[in-house]
């Protein structure tokens, strides 16, 4: 059922949005249960939510917590980070018409945007046509920049022709901040 996955998109988005940075709190003090916690959590719902990658990435992070392997523990939360910037904006763009779940996204339309800029950055760099989904999705945006809104368009052209190396050159034009803070 699709409502159905949507809503749980959507809580678990509103939920573990901070889930990183959380993370990192209780490393910093030392509270290793607690950050287990918080990782076997979100390995459960990724999971649940046939988000693989980000599975594969926390199912990492939380056997470093109980190993209290500390050396990498950095840089598998940044993973983990890097992970949510594809799944944040997912529920803003596929809600579609349904005002219910719509009332119930707690990230703003420039979140959505900002973090969906992040996903397109790094979707353009695997030269993956899943870019082509972001665009049509940010088109829709009304406080998308005119400017902003002619990349985009020529962005798609772009990787239409297989131009990767083009259209990441017109990324690099965007007026929309690059890099999506994940609170």
Not at 85 to 95: G, M, Q
Not at 135 to 160: A, H
């Amino acid at each position: 059922n699709k409502r159905l996955y949507l809503k749980a998109l959507v809580e678990f988005c509103n939920q573990y949005h901070g889930a990183p940075g959380e993370i990192i709190d209780y490393l910093t003090n030392n509270d290793f249960e607690s950050a287990k916690v918080v990782a076997h959590t979100v390995k459960g719902l990724a999971s649940t939510l046939g988000a693989i990658t980000l599975l594969k990435v926390v199912t990492a992070l939380e056997s470093m917590i109980i190993a209290k392997e500390a050396d990498h523990l950095q840089e598998q939360v940044e993973k983990m980070q890097e992970c949510l910037k594809f799944i944040l904006p997912l529920p803003a763009l596929l809600v579609g018409d349904d005002d219910e779940l719509k009332s119930k996204i707690s990230v703003s339309d420039d979140e959505v945007i900002k973090y969906s800029v992040a996903a397109m950055s790094i979707l353009l760099r695997e030269k993956s046509d899943d870019v082509q989904f972001v665009c049509d999705k940010l088109k829709r945006y009304p406080s998308i920049d005119l400017s902003d809104l002619k990349l985009i368009e020529e962005i798609q052209g772009l990787v239409t022709r297989n131009d990767w190396e083009s259209a990441l050159n017109c990324f690099n034009k965007f007026q929309v901040p690059l890099e999506a803070d994940i609170d």
